[in-house]
Every structure is written in structure tokens, then in C-alpha cells.
């Protein structure tokens, strides 16, 4: 399924989640240097959602499957020893871009010492389903962009799927797994191929009802965006710019 970024982007609700008020990433930012059981499960967290997009960057770097896993794998030990926290700007820096600029300083600087470690037989500090996300990379159309602005495509295009994902899981335990996978396809940009005559035929619903139940997962969808994006950034004042920043890096 295509999805669109464009999907009620200019009618936002209002947020509503606790999500807001303190983000996975400001909890971080706020327990740096210090021992937080809170900050800790927050970053890992963060880490375990978004390892694709850095697993691509280190593979578009040119290096191979096996060492691209192993420095992914090395630089998230790093960063989660708090080592490098210490750098993170709260003024600054969303979650986003403290990561891409530790990512590469890490590999500008920290090849030898992660071969090390894997002679040294390291523990995996975050679980990485990597075979599927060399398939996916090996999927990934050519490009001549920019490796910072494939960087954020290809978080943009994650977290569009963890919110699908989260989604799909709310249906799923309200025993409503079918009704998700026949409206899933309106949440695309392009409405004007929705037939809610068909929709109404195969879910033995009225198309009242259907429109009803369409604008619901529209709505649902859009807060779940906000959450997650949410959790990446300071405070709610950044969501909406972090929005049209992500957005902007896909294509049209």
C-alpha cells in the first residue's frame, strides 16, 4: 500500500496523547550523564524502532552486510553506554539529526575499534532483524541524493510503517483485523479512486457506515503520527515542523 504523507495534513487534530507532554527523546536528553532506568528503556526504545535507516546509511557508506550489522550493532553499545549523550544539544537536537551526526563521526573514527569488539565476541545490545533489512535495502530504488536526505527518507518511510504497524495492532485487538485490511487503502493522498460502494458490498456495511468507519482510521492514523513523531523530538511545538521536514524527503 501506498502510503501519503499528505494524509490530513492540513487538519491535524489537536494531540491528545500523554505522548506530548513528555517525549522518549526529552527523557533522555534530560537524564544524560545521570543513571535513569527511565532514560535507558527510552533510548533503547528508539533504537530498536529506527535501526533501519541507519543500518541503509552505513550500507550506502559501501561497506558489506556483515560489517554494516556489526558497526550498527557497535554504534548503538556506544550510545547506549551514554557515552556520547553528553554531545546531545537539547536547544538543537531532535532525535533525528543526533543520531546521523553520531552515526557518522562513528564511522569516521570508531572502525578499528568495533572490529575489536566483534573479535572480542560483544554482546548484541539490540536485536536487528538484519536479513530482512538487507532485503529491503537490496529492494531500495537507485538514487544520487544526498546520503543525509536518504537519511531521512528512509526514516520518514519507517515511521510510516511503525504507525501502520500500531494501527493495524489496535484492530487487531478489537478483533477488527478485517476491517483494517480492506480500509488501509484509504489512507492513501488520492481519494478520488475510493469506491465506497464496493467497500460497502464486501463488508456487508452501509456506506454511511463506511464513511464513518473511513474517517475514523484517518483520524486514528493521524494521531498516531503525531505520537510517534512525537517521541522524537523536545517538545509538541516541533512536531509539526518535524512533519513537513520528513515529508518534504519523499517523493511525490
Not at 537539547?90 to 546521523?100: A, P, Q, T, V, Y
Request: proline share 4%.
Amino acid at each position: 500500500m501506498k502510503q501519503s504523507p499528505t494524509t490530513g495534513q492540513n487538519r491535524l487534530p489537536p494531540a491528545v496523547s500523554p505522548a506530548f507532554a513528555t517525549t522518549r527523546w526529552s527523557v533522555v536528553l534530560s537524564a544524560k550523564g545521570k543513571d535513569s532506568p527511565e532514560a535507558a528503556g527510552a533510548l533503547e526504545q528508539l533504537c530498536r524502532a529506527y535501526w533501519y535507516p541507519l543500518y541503509a546509511h552505513v550500507r550506502r557508506a559501501g561497506y558489506t552486510p556483515v560489517d554494516a550489522e556489526d558497526l550498527t550493532q557497535a554504534f548503538f553499545a556506544r550510545l547506549l553506554e551514554k557515552e556520547w549523550l553528553r554531545s546531545a544539544d537539547r536547544e538543537r537536537g531532535r532525535f533525528r539529526s543526533f543520531l546521523l551526526g553520531s552515526l557518522n563521526h562513528f564511522l569516521a573514527n570508531e572502525w578499528d575499534r568495533a572490529r575489536a569488539q566483534k573479535r572480542g565476541g560483544r554482546i548484541q545490545i539490540v536485536s536487528l532483524d538484519a536479513l530482512a533489512g538487507e532485503e529491503r535495502f537490496r529492494h531500495e530504488p537507485a538514487t544520487t541524493s544526498a546520503p543525509d536526505r536518504e537519511f531521512d527518507r528512509r526514516w520518514a518511510l519507517t515511521l510510516l510503517d511503525a504507525v501502520l504497524a500500531r494501527l493495524k495492532s489496535e484492530y487487531v485487538e478489537r478483533s477488527k483485523e478485517p476491517l483494517f485490511e480492506l480500509l488501509k487503502g484509504t489512507l492513501g493522498g488520492d481519494r478520488s479512486g475510493i469506491s465506497y460502494a464496493v467497500l460497502s458490498r464486501e463488508l456487508a456495511m452501509s456506506e454511511g457506515a463506511v464513511r464513518v468507519a473511513v474517517h475514523r482510521m484517518r483520524q486514528r492514523y493521524r494521531e498516531l503520527l503525531r505520537e510517534e513523531i512525537a517521541g522524537t523530538v523536545l517538545n509538541r511545538g516541533e512536531v509539526d515542523d518535524e512533519l513537513r521536514c520528513l515529508f518534504a524527503s519523499l517523493p511525490g
